[in-house]
């Protein structure tokens, strides 16, 4: 660092830096001024990001690596998340999706480099645009499950990643869709997460209750004290309310946060002891290069808490107050956003309350109102609302549950539907006729829209492109209009420096419906 004779914008860039690293903010203003100040002191080399994660932190805990799980089946805060858009994609404050938040809190403590996230295939290209979108690139990082097979394996996979690089690592593992308020007091827990993990333990973050939730698990303390943590005595299910009063009074109970740290010889010893069937399995996977959806089907599903932390002599819990929560349900996030005086969250849309209390609401595209109730969730999207009571509305993954086996598609997609070439939007689905807005990214091309086999006619609303039908090559251009036969589009390039933008109309076939040039 040089010396600090730095000019006043300097000097107020430094002290935004400070304010938004001790106070986290839902909204843009802190993450502005605390990548501004972060991006002007790189290039004044104040700041050194290859031997520095900030002003506060230790070069020791930059040699750790964050491991981010980024699963999910979109069920809990249905119908904005959906199973091919969970809710670490889902952007619930300002601009940036959970798990940009999650990264964004994570970066001045961890290098960029010693990031990974493992996610599923279905949700890599979103996961990729969201790290793009913050300047980092997400080539090898990303580590793709074939398919969900819960905790354990997802970080084994991770954990045998890193140890390719360095082999007695110290690995930190976080919820990708998580939040947390009190940035500073967070970083300082994985200060002494990174002590105790150096010291042979296997760390999982305990969150001190607030209040008797009965949504979480919860880990019973030992009174032994063991560095700044204490021995775990036993983890327990989520307890009815009677029960989490009295885990409240005890004070040695902590809600179950699923973050942990260790050293990866320490945790590949356990999985040794315990899963070696399970090592073995994931171990040879990786080293074939054959990590496909038959072999890592037949892994057990299991959650690292089963495997590993209730069978462990090892673990230590440590105890953790700074404003975590897991977003787990819409009563969930409704506890954690603050409130008027009414006790009512309005997130987003075009809402008015009368003589409403308690409640939460997110709009979309209608206008919502709600008159002389009390104590409830109404979220509207563009194809969807879901209504509840607010002590009741975990029940939503029932209703998902429904959707699913009914084989209703808004269970799984919005009418919004991101692709990594780009993305469409139904507008319009008849009996006789779907209606859709696609659109390509530049240099984007795509081989089918559709499995439908129906007549398409398509209006080119933006840019330009060429269109391959059987062996034909036709150039697009605004304005201009074609009328495709079924079966007959083969590939869709756009050749322009912008999006491209076109209006389909599928007819289904034998509907009778016709439209003219």
């Excluded at 506060?56 to 979109?74: C, D, H, P, R, T």
């Excluded at 994570?106 to 990974?116: D, G, K, Q, S, T």
């Excluded at 296997?202 to 030992?222: D, M, N, Q």
């Amino acid at each position: 660092m040089k010396a600090p004779g730095c000019a006043a914008f300097e000097i107020v860039l430094l002290w935004q830096y400070w304010k938004c690293s001790e106070i986290f903010r839902w909204n843009n203003n802190s993450r502005y001024w605390r990548f501004r100040a972060m991006s002007h002191l790189k290039m004044r080399n104040f700041i050194n990001p290859e031997k520095s994660g900030g002003f506060f932190m230790s070069e020791n805990i930059l040699k750790a690596y964050a491991v981010l799980l980024a699963g999910g089946s979109g069920t809990r805060l249905w119908p904005v998340s959906r199973e091919f858009f969970p809710k670490q994609l889902v952007r619930f404050f300002g601009n940036a999706s959970l798990i940009q938040n999650t990264v964004q809190r994570l970066f001045p403590v961890f290098a960029p480099e010693n990031l990974r996230i493992v996610c599923g295939e279905k949700h890599a290209h979103e996961i990729t645009r969201d790290m793009e979108a913050l300047n980092i690139p997400a080539d090898g990082k990303l580590i793709n499950e074939p398919c969900g097979r819960n905790t354990a394996p997802a970080i084994l996979l991770a954990i045998l990643d890193i140890v390719k690089k360095e082999k007695d690592a110290v690995i930190f593992v976080f919820a990708a869709d998580h939040v947390i308020s009190n940035i500073s007091e967070f970083h300082g827990k994985i200060q002494s997460a990174m002590t105790l993990a150096e010291q042979d333990h296997i760390v999982t973050f305990g969150i001190t209750p607030g209040y008797p939730e009965t949504g979480y698990g919860y880990i019973e303390a030992s009174r032994n004290p063991a560095g700044q943590g204490f021995a775990i005595r036993r983890f327990v299910e989520k307890p009815d309310f009677e029960t989490a009063e009295k885990y409240l009074t005890a004070g040695n109970f902590f809600w179950n946060s699923g973050m942990f740290a260790f050293k990866a010889s320490v945790i590949l010893d356990e999985f040794e002891n315990f899963h070696p069937e399970m090592l073995k399995q994931v171990r040879d996977m990786i080293s074939a290069g054959n990590l496909s959806f038959d072999n890592y089907s037949q892994v057990e599903s299991i959650s690292i808490d089963y495997a590993i932390m209730e069978v462990t002599q090892k673990g230590v819990v440590l105890p953790s107050d700074f404003g975590w929560s897991d977003i787990g349900s819409w009563k969930s996030l409704y506890d954690f956003l603050p409130k008027n005086k009414e006790g009512n969250v309005i997130t987003a849309g075009d809402v008015i309350l009368q003589n409403t209390r308690n409640t939460f609401v997110m709009g979309h595209e209608r206008l919502i109102t709600v008159n002389h109730l009390e104590n409830l969730v109404v979220v509207e999207t563009p194809d969807s609302v879901f209504v509840s009571d607010m002590e009741n509305s975990r029940d939503v993954k029932e209703i998902v549950g429904t959707l699913r086996q009914e084989g209703r598609k808004e269970y799984k997609v919005h009418t919004t539907v991101y692709e990594p070439w780009g993305y469409h939007k139904i507008l319009e689905d008849t009996r006789d006729v779907a209606v859709k807005r696609i659109v390509l990214y530049p240099g984007a091309e795509i081989s089918a829209l559709s499995a439908d086999e129906g007549e398409r006619q398509w209006l080119v609303t933006q840019g330009t492109a060429n269109l391959t039908l059987n062996d034909e090559s036709l150039p697009l251009k605004e304005n201009q209009s074609l009328r495709i036969a079924a079966k007959c589009f083969r590939k869709l390039e756009n050749t322009g420096k912008g999006e491209l933008e076109i209006i389909e109309a599928i007819y289904h076939q034998n509907s009778g419906t016709g439209v003219n040039s």
